[in-house]
Nanobody, 121 residues
C-alpha cells in the first residue's frame, strides 16, 4: 500500500505564496503520476497539477501560470509552489499518487487526507 503525508497548507494573504509537499511511503513497485487536486466547499474536486514519471506536467486552467509542480523521484515526493494566490484558491488540497504495488499490478489511485489552504486578508 501507499501512504501519503502532506504538508505546507495554511493561511496566506492574497498575492502571497505557498509551497505544498507530499511524501509517499510504503511498499510499492512504481509510482507513475503524482499531483494535487483541490476541493472547495460545495464544489467538485478539480485538478491543480499533475506530473508523470517522465516529467510531463499538466496544470488546471485556474492555476496555470501561477503554480509550478516538481517531483523528487529519489524521495518519492511531489511539491507544488503556488504564487499570486487568490481568495478563490481557498480549498482543501489533496495529494494524489498513481502507483503499482507489484510489477503485475494495475495502476491504482491513492489520496492524501488533505491540507487546508485559505487565502484571505
Amino acid at each position: 500500500q501507499v501512504q501519503l503525508a502532506e504538508s505546507g497548507g495554511g493561511l496566506v494573504q492574497p498575492g502571497g505564496s505557498l509551497r505544498l509537499s507530499c511524501a509517499a511511503s510504503g511498499n510499492f513497485f512504481k509510482i507513475n503520476a503524482m499531483g494535487w487536486y483541490r476541493q472547495a466547499p460545495g464544489k467538485q474536486r478539480d485538478t491543480v497539477a499533475v506530473i508523470t514519471d517522465d516529467g510531463t506536467m499538466k496544470y488546471g486552467d485556474s492555476v496555470e501560470g501561477r503554480s509550478t509542480i516538481s517531483r523528487d523521484n529519489a524521495k518519492n515526493m511531489v511539491h507544488l509552489q503556488m504564487d499570486n494566490l487568490k481568495p478563490e484558491d481557498t480549498a482543501t488540497y489533496y495529494c494524489y499518487v498513481a502507483a503499482q504495488i507489484t510489477s503485475d499490478d494495475y495502476v491504482r489511485a491513492y489520496w492524501g487526507q488533505g491540507t487546508q489552504v485559505t487565502v484571505s486578508s
